[in-house]
């Protein structure tokens, strides 16, 4: 106890325990991969947000009174502006480092939410989901949306031309909603559109009330993720009971500590090389004046692009009330439904499966060909709306009539996610056959032998243990099926019909699968030297699903992919 | 499924599932084994970390080098200079600590065992008992009377704090304003933005113009009555115009007007294409036939742009006769009513 790190160290152990959450956390392991850093990167992109936001607070003035502007922008001088908008111009001319700042800012949000859709598709397409990760799904789906309200809110913040207009539109939206519309506007302005209370608001929106609640999901995300302890990829002596991986301390500290400098480091490249959101070029807001080309932010580009596509005719007037269904049906019901098959998905597919395990071992996309082609389907229609709300940029780019593009990308929106499903699905099935022929014949060596007989064949190299492990390591799974109407008595069995609908739904997510290898055919393929007669599989296991044996697993034969 | 089994043949008494063949061997690193390869990554690590500090020096030299200046250029060279001393001196942090990490501390991958998050039966039979003699001890089962009051303040307490915020957040909540604009009989039409009335024998055939109510500035609130007022002005070949029946007189010798507020969500109508009198709004295509009462006729709006009527006064300046006859803007519930 003589050097001075033992005596800071003993004080607070004496004081906090400290030693044992010390033993506790620094040799907890996490696993490898680089799709694991995508979470990262909305973390570190966060906490970016964090650091240049508080910059930029010092310097930037949340108000709509109206001012002269007289800085050193001439082509602004003499022009009336809010005060927001003339700080907005005061860090990017006069505060040193303050464009530098805001564009950091900028370009970090993007970043942000791009890394948190990268991150959820990560999550989604391998099935990290799973028990017992459904509700941190829920948690990181809610920072989500609120990632889009903190990019939105501040967006909106500098008062120029293109955030004013998006304003517009939010209240255009906004009026829309039956029976509240109006007073929902007023709410948001407090009073009429523009109003003089909005971007005082909006600040405290932006840099109180959504990164606090970020913050808060953020620490809870975590939490559980220490919680439950990291997933991890399949692989040879990875099992659903342990985790392999490095030691947080010294390993992580040093890759995931550099890896938050490293992201801010691109970020701050990003912000030095690429000029972002100039508003000097825009002009103050004005309700008359808006450039064509005037786009949102990317990841607010599906919500424009859905009220663009939507055809103008259906806004109906009932006992002389008017519905605007028109901006209703793109702004409200069609992300309703982006956003809550998104959600609820977990939950669905546990309800298909019938599965009650927790998984800690991540599926490969292929293996799981219903989910896999669901989430491209969603992910292909959130690119038509982003499409559609280019659609000005495509059609002045490429020469193309603005009508036509709509016209197309409206059947795109129901035509492309339907095509993508059914393509992706036959992807996966071909992959996972892919993956039994190799196991079966092992990798193609390109050597052709020629026997005494004159036969020719060529030489296949088997796949060692660990090779093969990563292609027949997942479980089969089965659809659900259904016990008989009546039971052994000839009584009509209660529930009986919910369970026709859950294997009905079972049997969308399973019917069509592809198993893997079993030990048994791989020795039948390696003595027949072919796998052309294979032995039926073994019927399928009854599963005890919530609690009664009334759903037991289909007993198709493996391969029978259709 | 055991039935099945023992009419098979002997391969088929193997196991349903491979066996998890274990950790793969260990491939060892060149710094592992080659302690020159080993001292080479360390210098790596050490000259980015270096690269980090040669990045801060360059960003502070570049605050006192750089001001931004007045033109574009000169703000986009201070912030070109700094933020590439911002980014060397993260890069170089981030790289020499990840490079330290996967070159020279240890790549032997360890195991560390998971435990069900499900608590046991008798901890989960504790817990019950816990809260049952809680419950008992409180008897809030059955303190009825008790428990509806505890429940109803709950509920209601937070009405102190909403019910004044929402009194206060929306001013004077009279959506009513949203069907009135401030034109009226006799106000003159000026120009968007220097309010110069204008005469309507200067406006030319094909031209448009953005207008404005006189005495704008003057109101309370001039962008809330410029976002509900702003029109646009057009003169079209009288044999292009198709005059809506009742509205002979809204228009002055083939000079229209109509609002600029988009009736899908309220965008301004601002892209004009003088060959076919189309009106295009640029958020989300709507697309009006100015010749036509601006009906729609592409686009995602379904109501024409309302038409201010207007006349000219007697010194031949274009006024307005009356307000818009019809709520100009987004559609809301209200509307009609």
Redesign the interface.
């Given at each position: 106890m003589t050097s001075p790190a033992a005596a800071t160290a003993d004080f607070l152990d004496q004081r906090t325990g400290l030693g044992a959450a010390v033993k506790e956390f620094a040799r907890k392991v996490f696993p490898d991969h680089w799709s694991f850093l995508l979470g990262e990167i909305a973390l570190y992109s966060f906490v970016t947000l964090l650091i240049s936001g508080t910059f930029l607070t010092m310097f930037f003035v949340p108000s709509m009174t109206e001012v002269t502007y007289s800085g050193p922008w001439a082509s602004l001088q003499g022009t009336r502006m809010s005060e927001a908008f003339a700080s907005t111009l005061r860090l990017s001319f006069e505060v040193r480092g303050g464009l530098l700042m805001r564009q950091v800012h900028h370009w970090a949000a993007l970043i942000f939410m791009a890394s948190i859709i990268t991150h959820m598709m990560r999550v989604f397409f391998t099935g990290a989901f799973r028990k017992p990760r459904e509700l941190n799904w829920v948690v990181g789906f809610t920072l989500l949306i609120l990632g889009l309200a903190a990019g939105f809110s501040g967006y909106s913040l500098p008062d120029d031309v293109l955030s004013g207009n998006g304003l517009r539109i939010s209240d255009g939206v906004l009026r829309a909603v039956p029976i509240i519309g109006s007073y929902g506007s007023y709410f948001l302005f407090g009073g009429e559109f523009p109003g003089e209370a909005l971007i005082p608001r909006l600040f405290t929106v932006h840099i109180l009330l959504v990164p606090g609640l970020i913050l808060a999901l953020v620490g809870l995300h975590l939490f559980m993720v220490v919680l439950a302890k990291h997933t991890q990829y399949p692989g040879s002596g990875r099992t659903d009971r342990n985790v392999v991986g490095f030691p947080l301390f010294p390993i992580y500290v040093a890759k995931a500590g550099g890896f938050f400098f490293i992201v801010f480091g691109v970020i701050a490249l990003m912000a030095a090389t690429m000029q972002i959101n100039p508003v000097w070029n825009y002009g103050p807001y004005d309700p008359s004046p808006v450039s064509a080309g005037s786009q949102p932010d990317w990841y607010m580009l599906f919500l424009d692009g859905a009220l663009r596509l939507m055809p103008g005719g259906v806004e109906v007037v009932i006992a002389n009330f008017t519905v605007p269904l028109n901006v209703l049906i793109p702004a409200m019901v069609v992300p309703g439904i982006l956003f809550t098959a998104l959600a609820a998905y977990p939950f669905i597919e546990a309800y298909a499966t019938g599965d009650k395990r927790e998984h800690h071992v991540l599926d490969r996309p292929r293996n799981r060909p219903f989910r896999t082609a669901f989430g491209v389907s969603l992910l292909v229609a959130f690119f038509v709306l982003v499409l559609a709300g280019s659609n000005d940029l495509i059609a002045t780019h490429f020469h193309l009539s603005i009508n036509d593009i709509t016209w197309v990308l409206r059947f795109a929106l129901f035509i492309a996610p339907a095509a993508a499903f059914m393509v992706t699905k036959r992807m996966c099935l071909a992959l996972q056959r892919r993956d039994r022929e190799i196991v079966l014949h092992g990798h193609e060596h390109g050597t052709i032998v020629r026997f005494e007989s004159g036969e020719y064949i060529e030489v296949h190299q088997p796949l060692n243990e660990h090779e093969r492990w990563i292609r027949v390591q997942h479980e089969p799974i089965r659809p659900l099926q259904v016990a008989p109407a009546e039971d052994s008595r000839g009584v009509r069995r209660k529930g009986y019909a919910a369970d026709l609908r859950r294997a009905r739904l079972s049997r969308l997510f399973y019917a069509d699968r592809v198993e893997p290898v079993t030990p048994a055919e791989l020795a039948a393929s390696h003595s027949h030297g072919t796998h052309d007669e294979l032995p039926p599989a073994p019927s399928g296991q009854e599963l005890v699903a919530g609690g009664r044996r009334s759903l037991v697993a289909d007993d198709r034969a493996p391969g029978d992919g259709h | 499924?055991s039935d099945?089994?023992e009419l098979?043949?002997t391969?088929?008494q193997?196991?349903?599932?491979?066996e998890?063949?274990?950790?793969?061997p260990h491939e060892q690193r060149r710094g592992d084994v080659d302690p020159r390869a080993n001292k080479f990554s360390e210098r790596i690590v050490v000259a980015l970390f270096a690269v980090s500090i040669l990045g801060t020096i360059a960003m502070i030299a570049a605050?006192f080098a750089f001001?931004?200046?007045?033109t574009?250029a000169s703000?986009?060279r201070?912030?070109?200079a700094?933020?590439?001393g911002?980014?060397?001196?993260?890069?170089g942090?981030?790289?020499?600590?990840?490079h330290?990490?996967?070159s020279l501390?240890?790549?032997h991958?360890?195991?560390?065992?998971?435990h069900?998050?499900r608590s046991s039966d008798e901890v989960r039979a504790q817990a019950v008992e816990v809260l049952k003699e809680g419950a008992a001890d409180s008897a809030i089962g059955r303190r009825t009377v008790l428990k509806g009051a505890v429940a109803t303040s709950l509920a209601l307490f937070p009405l102190t704090i909403v019910v004044p915020l929402?009194g206060n957040?929306?001013?004077?909540?009279d959506?009513a304003?949203?069907k009135r604009t401030m034109w009226k009989k006799g106000t003159r039409l000026t120009t968007?933005?220097l309010g110069r009335p204008i005469k309507a024998a200067d406006v030319t055939i094909g031209s448009i113009t953005?207008v404005?109510p006189e005495g704008l500035e003057e109101t309370a609130?001039p962008?809330?009555e410029?976002?509900?007022a702003?029109v646009v002005l057009l003169r079209l070949d009288p044999r292009d115009l198709k005059i809506q029946p009742g509205r002979e007189d809204w228009q002055y010798d083939g000079i229209v007007a109509y609002s600029?507020?988009?009736t899908?969500?309220?965008?301004?109508v601002?892209?004009y294409e003088q060959q076919t009198h189309h009106l295009l709004c640029?958020?989300?295509?709507?697309t009006f036939d100015v010749a036509d009462g601006a009906k729609?006729i592409?686009?995602?709006?379904?109501?024409a742009l309302p038409q201010l009527p207007i006349t000219v006064d007697t010194e031949g300046y274009l006024v307005a006769s009356s307000d818009f006859t019809e709520p100009i803007?987004?559609?809301?519930?209200?509307?009609?009513?």
């Open positions: - | 499924m099945d089994l098979r043949d391969a088929d193997l196991p349903d599932r491979f998890n063949p274990g950790f793969p605050y001001p931004p200046g007045e574009a703000m986009q201070s912030n070109l700094m933020g590439l911002l980014a060397f001196a993260l890069l942090i981030g790289t020499g600590a990840v330290w990490a996967k501390m240890s790549d991958e360890v195991a560390e065992e998971r069900p998050l929402v957040v929306g001013g004077d909540w959506v304003s949203f968007d933005p953005s404005i609130h962008l809330d410029k976002a509900k702003v600029k507020i988009c899908h969500v309220g965008c301004p601002a892209l640029p958020c989300h295509q709507s729609v592409f686009g995602p709006a379904k109501r803007g987004p559609s809301f519930w209200e509307r009609l009513r």
